[in-house]
């Protein structure tokens, strides 16, 4: 019975072992209640995507946020001027992640305002723009931080306006006709 067993947890599905699907003790009942090699592989089969779904389950119950707060820089440019305000939360692995960020939230703004303020508008104003932003302040942070802190980046706030002088602004309005 022992080299059955043995043949059993070597078998594979999807990358994962029978063994780390079912479990040894269900393995091992399985077994004794006179189940085939190929019925143990199909109760395999049919109870992996269910493994999946707790695992995935457990790993999105384990996730924190952490709000890096509300960021105002200037935009990157030549010509016209522009601000962008941006709010941005992190998501993070666990608490531990999450108490590591807030620690080093000096560390974690300075990135993001530097990346952002480095940016022109065409950089941000797309949807590829915004991811890789996005990606960037990511990276960029987990580096420094020396680990995987930080997994994504979600914008809860995003507004790009121009920066006018006062006399920008009154030569405006008498374009407009306003005195």
């Known amino acids: 019975m022992k080299w059955f067993i043995l043949i059993l947890v070597a078998v594979s599905l999807y990358g994962t072992s029978v063994r ?3 479990g040894d003790d269900r393995l ?13 592989v199909e109760i395999a089969r ?28 200037n935009l990157l ?6 601000k962008i305000k941006v709010s941005l939360t992190a ?6 992640n999450a108490k590591v960020v807030r620690m080093s939230m000096p560390i974690v703004r300075d990135i993001a ?16 723009g915004k991811d890789r932003l996005k990606n960037e302040i990511v990276e960029q942070v987990n580096a420094r931080l020396g ?6 980046l979600y914008l809860e706030e995003f507004l790009i306006a121009p920066v006018l ?14 005195r």
Request: no cysteine.
């Open 20 to 22: 780390e699907i079912l």
């Open 28 to 40: 091992t009942k399985l077994v004794m209640e006179g189940k085939t090699k190929e019925e143990i």
């Open 46 to 73: 049919q109870e992996y995507p269910k493994m999946l779904e707790s695992e995935s389950m457990k790993r999105q119950s384990e996730k924190e946020y952490v709000a890096l707060g509300g960021i105002v820089v």
């Open 77 to 82: 440019s030549e010509g016209f001027r522009r």
């Open 91 to 96: 998501s993070v692995a666990s608490k531990e």
């Open 113 to 128: 305002i530097t990346t952002i303020a480095s940016k022109t508008i065409e950089e941000v104003t797309t949807r590829k």
């Open 147 to 152: 680990g995987e802190y930080v997994l994504f």
């Open 165 to 178: 002088t006062a006399e920008e602004i009154i030569n405006q309005l008498e374009e407009y006709g306003v």
